[in-house]
């Protein structure tokens, strides 16, 4: 009995003493959540502060009175050296307490040092290979849930699965705290991997024609290296030659001249710019804008379209870059194809040679026409339109022989280039824009008419890619072809016999003249007879 009644003793005085005891644990597990992840991304997490509960009343409750945040081991150095700062000793606002060595200090990461303190751990981490918490794959498009995570102040660092020394961030890492009445957070990352746009400002050129191009990326977050290569690089087809006036901006401020010279190397046809980004990072996050512009030439004419691609090449080891996926952009110079025949089938008919056509075309109200000047030396070959005196203003005209004589002197003497028919009915006017355009027939075959009025001809690329529904100049995701140019076809029937001259020649009145002549001498020639038989 006496055995008992101290064994009760002794629990009953282990109770009170638990009673009286400050418990300390655990305080459980949270998740985070990384919203729209991106496809061969790693998110890796690191637990910078442990987060664990006090219970100083009843244990059996599960309910804290307290946290306390403590230094994760791994970052311990981290707080003695560069981080020092985001831990002081008095509290100059709602900062959260944290225990150092049994002393009350506090965790000073506020709304205006978070980017610095993110920067500065985020080198910590990756310059000391700190082994991670916990790590993710991203997916294309998607969340990626990350749970079973003790509570605590975290820094997730996103890391191109490619390049495991890359840190090539165009945002900071991102950090968030798991508490015990918050155990779940939310991380949303922008694009982490550089990437690169490309534009220009028209789908379909004459050969001769300067279009503009514009490159645009960003400045990447390069914390935690010391250096960091960036390039851009431009490819152009065969049919563009590239114009030595590129100009590159950095958050809206332009580069001198002299310094974007010094980052450019140019190709045969194309360049690539190493951009010093370590030396921008007041601008990372912000774009870098490249402009430059190239002339369509005469290998355009060759290809349906002519395709040029950009990339972004990046990375800390320059021996061992990352390139992007190449960005297009699609520029084609199409052809009229003249088909001349006679009869009632374009495809079977007789094919009629030596017809002789010019081109019009209606600019600003102005009817203009087709000249096309072949390279020479190092001048490429252009596609231009001139005004010619005399000739037809209007896609409506009726073409009167005076307008046909004005175009054929106008192409005799070179000012526009006229075309005439082969064997097989055909002519070309080569390297022109989508457009409207007009057929004016100045010299018909032997032995038929020359049509009197201009024939319109539709130059339209064709959308082949049935991304979208119309034509574009812009890479679009998941598009893999391209709109392309159309050879238009103009079918020009021509009908035999001899066509009267019309007004501005030598006219029709002579033959009313002569006609009126005939009838009034006929008449008085009758009249005469019947009064020589009257007498």
């Known amino acids: 009995m006496k055995t008992l009644r101290k064994m009760m003793a002794l629990a009953l005085a282990m109770v009170m003493v638990l009673g009286m005891t400050t418990m300390v644990f655990a305080a459980g597990e949270g998740t985070l959540t990384v919203k729209n992840s991106e496809a061969d991304v790693t998110y890796n997490f690191y637990k910078i502060f442990d987060l664990t509960g006090q219970d100083t009343s009843d244990p059996a409750d599960n309910l804290y009175d307290a946290v306390v945040y403590t230094i994760d081991s791994d970052w311990t150095a981290f707080f003695n050296g560069d981080g020092a700062s985001y831990i002081v000793d008095t509290n100059t606002g709602d900062l959260n307490p944290i225990k150092i060595n049994g002393t009350t200090k506090y965790i000073n990461i506020t709304e205006s040092n978070k980017v610095a303190f993110t920067n500065a751990a985020m080198k910590y981490a990756i310059d000391n290979n700190l082994s991670t918490d916990k790590t993710a794959t991203g997916v294309a498009s998607g ?74 990326g960003k400045v990447p977050n390069t914390s935690g290296t010391a250096s960091f290569t960036y390039q851009l690089k431009d490819t152009l087809s065969s049919g563009l030659t590239l114009n030595h006036d590129v100009a590159i901006t950095i958050g809206g401020t332009a580069v001198a001249a002299a310094t974007a010279e010094s980052w450019i190397s140019y190709e045969t046809n194309g360049f690539t710019i190493t951009v010093p980004v370590v030396d921008y990072q007041a601008n990372k996050g912000e774009d870098i804008v490249v402009t430059y512009t190239a002339v369509v030439n005469a290998n355009a004419i060759q290809s349906t379209n002519e395709k040029n691609s950009a990339t972004v090449k990046y990375g800390r080891n320059p021996d061992q870059l990352q390139e992007s996926t190449p960005v297009e952009e699609e520029l084609y110079s199409a052809n009229i194809i003249i088909n001349k025949y006679t009869g009632n089938d374009a495809t079977n008919g007789t094919k009629l040679p030596d017809a002789v056509f010019a081109l019009m075309k209606i600019d600003g109200g102005t009817a203009k026409y087709y000249k096309y000047t072949a390279a020479s030396g190092t001048t490429p070959a252009s596609v231009s339109w001139v005004e010619v005196s005399g000739a037809p203003t209007s896609g409506t005209a009726t073409v009167t022989d005076a307008m046909a004589t004005a175009l054929a002197n106008a192409g005799t003497a070179g000012t526009i280039t006229t075309k005439t028919t082969d064997a097989d009915g055909a002519a070309s006017f080569d390297g022109i824009a989508d457009g409207t355009y007009y057929l004016v027939e100045i ?31 812009t890479a679009y995701a998941g598009q893999t072809t391209f709109d392309e140019a159309v050879n238009a076809q103009a079918d020009v029937n021509n009908a035999t016999g001899t066509a009267l001259p019309s007004t501005g020649g030598i006219g029709t009145t002579i033959f009313y003249v002569i006609g009126a002549i005939l009838v009034l001498g006929a008449g008085i020639l009758l009249v005469t007879r019947r009064r020589m038989n009257a007498n």
């Open 143 to 216: 969340d990626v849930t990350v749970s079973g995570l003790d509570l605590g102040y975290y820094l997730m660092v996103p890391v191109d699965q490619t390049d495991e020394k890359t840190n090539p961030l165009n945002t900071t890492g991102t950090i968030a705290s798991l508490t015990s009445t918050i155990p779940t957070a939310d991380i949303y990352v922008k694009a982490t991997k550089p990437t690169v746009e490309k534009t220009d400002n028209t789908v379909s050129a004459d050969i001769g024609q300067t279009v503009n191009y514009e490159l645009k």
């Open 443 to 473: 010299a018909a075959p032997e032995g038929y008419n020359r049509l009197d009025a201009p024939q319109a001809v539709t130059v339209t690329g064709t959308d082949v890619d049935n991304t979208t529904d119309h034509l574009e100049n």
